[in-house]
């Protein structure tokens, strides 16, 4: 759906809160058009984001490990690497 959503279960270490927030961001802003919040859509935006940031953290918690890492870090840590 969105190739900007990296895989953020069986990443070592695992996910961080950080980690899966922006993922839920990015997958809220691109399911509701989204990009820059103003007065009018923030409030629904970042419920949104909070819902979604509670079930992947919940689907991460649930789900056994996988046999493999995922393919690509998530941007958070690219970034990390970088510096």
Known sequence: MCRNITTLRGLQ???T???VEA????YVRKVSGVQSTSPQ???AFERAVT???EATAELLATLP??????????PLRRIAART
């Open 51 to 53: 819902l979604v940031t």
């Open 65 to 74: 490990p996988r046999k493999q890492p995922p393919p690509t870090l998530p």
């Open 23 to 26: 993922a839920a961001r990015q």
């Open 41 to 43: 859509t923030e409030e």
């Open 17 to 19: 809160p950080e980690e």
């Open 13 to 15: 270490p695992e996910a």
